[in-house]
């Protein structure tokens, strides 16, 4: 799809709707970004109505006997990447390697793994950032104030607590379309323990990661 008609697809989906696209406007080549809070399949038009309108080309893993036959190239022209479960590389590792062989890659992850309320977020989105040695983008949609976007960028340092602490407090009062299914930001592998520093982070709510509230 050419960049100003999907630019204005976007731009007339957000419309209808009455959101707003907030936040960042400038990205490097390459990130993982976060797809939450992901409570509804009408989470993904409005991801994509985002990207389109941000003229950025967000990319996301399918098993790779999804992209057999007829509808490989159609899922593939839709933003799939085709992952193998079976091999005896981790999934870490795989997208890793795509990260380093690609010059652009923006892949979204929905970290919850599910629309329902669940006691944890899977940490794959994190440890494929630091694997690939890219940053990760901390998108949004808040239905409670019809606005979405990207709200800034995290490094991720390895101190899991740390870099979760961050993602919490921004992520705190945005609310999914169905508010009782939206998911802390919290991983299985976090360290309670130690007093943790402030993860390095470049974004627009650096000083202020609750001003899209």
């Not at 419309?15 to 009408?42: C, D, Y």
């Not at 109505?49 to 022209?77: E, N, Q």
């Not at 009062?173 to 998911?183: C, D, L, W």
């Amino acid at each position: 799809m050419k960049g100003n008609i999907a630019s204005w697809i976007g731009n007339i989906w957000l419309w209808l709707f009455g959101w707003r696209l907030v936040g960042e406007t400038e990205f490097p080549l390459k990130f993982v970004l976060i797809a939450a809070p992901h409570t509804s399949n009408w989470d993904l038009s409005f991801m994509l109505a985002s990207s389109y309108v941000l003229r950025i080309r967000v990319r996301w893993l399918g098993k790779h006997t999804l992209f057999t036959g007829l509808k490989g190239p159609f899922l593939r022209a839709l933003g799939g990447l085709a992952v193998d479960r079976c091999s005896s590389h981790n999934l870490v590792e795989q997208i890793a390697g795509v990260f380093n062989n690609s010059d652009d890659l923006i892949l979204a992850v929905p970290p919850e793994g599910t629309r329902g309320k669940t006691d944890y977020w899977k940490s794959g989105f994190y440890h494929i950032a630091r694997a690939a040695n890219v940053p990760i983008a901390y998108s949004f949609l808040d239905y409670g104030h019809r606005r979405c976007g990207i709200g800034g960028f995290l490094t991720p340092t390895g101190d899991l607590h740390a870099d979760m602490e961050f993602l919490r407090e921004f992520y705190k009062g945005i609310q999914g379309k169905f508010p009782e299914n939206v998911s802390e930001p919290r991983l299985r592998e976090e360290s309670e323990t130690g007093k943790s520093e402030r993860p390095a982070a470049w974004n627009s709510a650096e000083q202020n990661p609750t001003q899209y509230k």
